[in-house]
């Protein structure tokens, strides 16, 4: 899998402090300054560095703003809470209060929308924030696997698309919940959303399927 940022070139190594320096002064110019008016030499003298150390990581802004929107949520941890229900309910809160952060909707709302025309844009979005987040499918997979609440795989394929699936499923519930509609996710909508996720429409108890305040509005 493709790194976050751009491998360094040949020379002194990369300071990791300059590169947390740089990710959280975009940050704070996306949230003041909107995408538009962003600019890397702004950046630089918000992290305090020289403008050459910043364009030696990163050719231009559409790669620093995709890598500082994903060290947003490589912040995201599946926590072990003892069953797959409530570790996706775990997790799930985790995103959707990342997503809630005033940074995380001007970052995340801007690549987006710069992506419709900018391919090269939209797979580094891919690449360094979808793909990477799949992990937490995996692993959450895996954990239920153990505890003997999912089935093991026997079509690697198919196991494949139900990741992206599952994915799928959970990123665009969570984000048109709370950067398009702007509805909390809170805790009851979390617990609603995680039973039709794992019960589907059909399988959901009768408490919930007619209860009238379960908000599974989306």
């Given at each position: 899998?493709?790194?976050?940022?751009?491998?360094?070139?040949?020379?002194?190594?990369?300071?990791?402090?300059?590169?947390?320096?740089?990710?959280?002064?975009?940050?704070?110019?996306?949230?003041?300054?909107?995408?538009?008016?962003?600019?890397?030499?702004?950046?630089?003298?918000?992290?305090?560095v020289?403008?050459?150390?910043?364009?030696?990581?990163w050719?231009?802004?559409?790669?620093?703003?995709?890598?500082?929107v994903?060290?947003l949520?490589?912040?995201?941890k599946?926590?072990?809470?003892?069953?797959?229900?409530?570790?996706?309910?775990?997790?799930?809160?985790q995103?959707?209060?990342?997503l809630?952060?005033?940074e995380?909707?001007?970052?995340?709302?801007?690549?987006?929308?710069?992506?419709?025309?900018?391919?090269?844009?939209?797979?580094?979005?891919?690449v360094s924030i979808?793909d990477?987040?799949?992990?937490?499918?995996?692993?959450?997979?895996?954990?239920?696997?153990?505890?003997?609440?999912?089935?093991?795989e026997?079509?690697?394929?198919?196991?494949?698309?139900?990741?992206?699936?599952i994915?799928?499923?959970?990123?665009g519930?969570?984000?048109?919940?709370?950067?398009?509609?702007?509805?909390p996710?809170?805790?009851?909508?979390v617990?609603?959303?995680t039973?039709?996720?794992l019960?589907g429409?059909?399988?959901?108890?009768?408490?919930?399927?007619?209860?009238?305040?379960s908000?599974?509005?989306?």
């Amino acid at each position: 899998m493709q790194s976050r940022t751009p491998v360094s070139r040949s020379g002194r190594p990369r300071s990791a402090t300059a590169d947390t320096a740089i990710l959280a002064a975009t940050r704070d110019a996306l949230v003041e300054l909107g995408w538009s008016k962003l600019t890397l030499g702004d950046v630089a003298t918000r992290a305090g560095v020289a403008k050459t150390t910043l364009y030696r990581r990163w050719p231009g802004k559409n790669e620093l703003v995709v890598d500082a929107v994903a060290a947003l949520f490589d912040e995201l941890k599946l926590p072990d809470r003892g069953s797959l229900v409530a570790d996706i309910e775990g997790v799930v809160l985790q995103f959707a209060a990342i997503l809630a952060r005033p940074e995380t909707k001007s970052g995340l709302m801007a690549v987006v929308a710069e992506s419709t025309h900018d391919d090269a844009l939209r797979e580094r979005i891919r690449v360094s924030i979808v793909d990477r987040q799949k992990r937490l499918v995996l692993e959450g997979r895996t954990r239920a696997q153990a505890r003997g609440e999912l089935p093991r795989e026997t079509d690697l394929a198919e196991a494949a698309r139900m990741v992206d699936l599952i994915f799928d499923m959970v990123a665009g519930a969570v984000v048109h919940r709370t950067l398009v509609s702007g509805n909390p996710a809170d805790e009851g909508w979390v617990r609603s959303f995680t039973q039709v996720l794992l019960l589907g429409l059909t399988g959901l108890p009768p408490s919930v399927e007619s209860a009238p305040d379960s908000d599974l509005r989306f």
